[in-house]
């Protein structure tokens, strides 16, 4: 029901900016930086289970525009999922630096809204249960820290709500090897980028 409310509001507010015509010539120009932060689930997409487990992700980066109106991203990510055991969540944590390429692939005359896909290398370290081996009922848990590595592919929209200030919703695909706690995790994100020059 949340997730149904936030797509309705964000399908609302692509379908009035979709309406203005107006030419913004403050958009994507080259050498403009911005700051952004991206938050939301991970899998499971914000569903909390009754056995406590979380699913999310936050994200804060640096982007900077390129000529072809192409834009580098500069960021840091922390991901946590929960598996349950015994009626305890074990997280499993993973720290993240991320370089990626994002490419417009299609947006309307005003650039109001822009449809973007994202290449990155991913690259940073995970911990299970935050390096406790033993389980409260004496179980050991066999996944130890360990650094990861791989890659994203993301799709990204970003909805232009003033010539300095972008609403984002990214769906990106990660694939981290290095671990045996799973490679691959979806994450469905909502964000905000400040263009701060």
Known sequence: MYMQRILFILTVAVTLLLGVDKAYAQRDLPGQTGIQLTSGGVDHFLSWKSGGERHYFT??????????RSYWLYGLDYQIKEYTYENKAIPKAQ???????????????????????????????????????????????????CFIYGGGLTAAFDVYLTDRIVFLLQVKERALFGTDTG?????????????IN
């Open 183 to 195: 490679n691959f995790h979806t994450q469905i994100g909502l964000g905000i980028r400040i263009i």
């Open 59 to 68: 994200s804060l980066a640096f982007t900077r525009t390129n000529r072809n």
């Open 95 to 145: 720290f993240t630096g991320e370089l990626g390429y994002f490419i417009p692939v299609l947006s309307d005359k005003g650039r109001n809204v822009c449809f973007r896909i994202g290449l990155s290398a991913l690259g940073g370290f995970e911990t299970v249960n935050w390096g406790t081996c033993l389980l409260p009922d004496g179980a050991a848990v066999t996944n130890g820290d």
